[in-house]
């Protein structure tokens, strides 16, 4: 968000080219914890010193996030996928604009002995991407109001697949860029992916 056009998409295709380095070596990591650690350092050093970083830049040699949870393996979960009739949806934005999904299945995945489900959209352009965001009970007071993303394959965060299931590691749930800069535009969390329980793993507003 500085320079002229073409030295900001550039810049924008270097940060999505780490984006989906780093989440490929997640993917071929079997210590999840040590990836999660990968994954923390490397998003860190990505937001102090990228001029794609969502931080302002005024803001960015003294910025000491993204701030986490402590990694809980409790949250490192995979779900089992269920189709469902393919809606069209226009997800409302933070800047009052919306974006194009299509809703095309489910996640069902249990924590703690309580069932729960994520739909799953697919960004309706050229090429498209899965996306999954949630809100949670820390939405508003511990996160980001809005909600946090699990997967936005389009920029590289694709968790992958285990045993046939879908992998949702709420450990690598991040906040949107909007919830660092207003500058931002960034597809909201449909009430359908709001869970009845506090997430405390991933990404949080402050330090615990």
């Not at 939405?139 to 394959?153: K, M, W």
């Not at 920029?155 to 919830?179: I, M, T």
Request: glycine share 10%.
């Amino acid at each position: 968000m500085s320079g002229g056009p073409v030295e900001d998409a550039l810049a924008l295709l270097d940060w999505k080219r780490t984006v989906a380095e780093l989440y490929a070596e997640i993917r071929d990591t079997p210590d999840r914890h040590a990836a999660w650690n990968h994954w923390q350092q490397t998003r860190a050093r990505l937001f102090r010193g990228h001029t794609q970083s969502p931080i302002p830049a005024e803001e960015r040699p003294g910025y000491e996030g993204p701030h986490l949870y402590a990694y809980d393996p409790d949250w490192s979960l995979t779900a089992t996928t269920e189709t469902v009739e393919p809606r069209s949806l226009n997800i409302a934005t933070s800047t009052e604009t919306t974006a194009a999904f299509r809703r095309f299945g489910l996640a069902h995945f249990t924590h703690a002995g309580e069932a729960m489900s994520l739909e799953l959209y697919w960004l309706e352009g050229y090429g498209g991407g899965l996306f999954v965001p949630f809100a949670d009970a820390t939405s508003g007071t511990e996160t980001y109001g809005a909600g946090r993303y699990l997967l936005d394959t389009v920029k590289g965060a694709d968790l992958g697949e285990r045993d046939g299931r879908l992998v949702l590691d709420f450990n690598f749930a991040y906040q949107p860029s909007c919830a660092y800069d207003p500058r931002w535009t960034c597809p909201l969390t449909p009430r359908a992916n709001r869970l009845p329980v506090a997430v405390r793993a991933g990404e949080r507003v402050g330090p615990g």
